[in-house]
Nanobody
């Protein structure tokens, strides 16, 4: 079993920054992929960023140059640094990990960007 818990969401003004954290527990040994997705009102869930462990990092087009994923293996924590936030970034953000065909998700954390 894998359990993921996001934190760090909140209200921020456009142009501001926020860092999300994802704490992992359970059977988190050597996932295939880690990353973040988001779902905004009226939109389908979309990729924010995904990292193939030991491989490439893939950012969604809308966040390239503004968001950065990082990982602290010792703390079993994944971060999403979000800079230059825009109103369109308002969404529930979900941390995820994959192990083969299985995907695990956190409960999500709300990010609201105001004008």
């Amino acid at each position: 079993q894998v359990q993921l818990v996001e934190s760090g969401g909140g209200l921020v003004q456009a142009g501001g920054s926020l860092r999300l954290s994802c704490s992992a527990s359970g059977s988190t040994f050597r996932p295939n992929t880690i990353g973040w997705h988001r779902q905004a009102p009226g939109k389908q869930r979309e990729l924010v960023v995904a990292v193939s462990i030991g491989g490439a990092t893939n950012y969604g087009d809308s966040v390239k140059g503004r968001f950065t994923i990082s990982r602290d293996n010792a703390k079993n924590t994944v971060y999403l640094q979000m800079n230059d936030l825009k109103l369109e970034d308002t969404a529930v953000y979900y941390c995820g990990m994959t192990f083969g065909p299985r995907a695990y998700w956190g409960q999500g954390t709300q990010v609201t960007v105001s004008s």
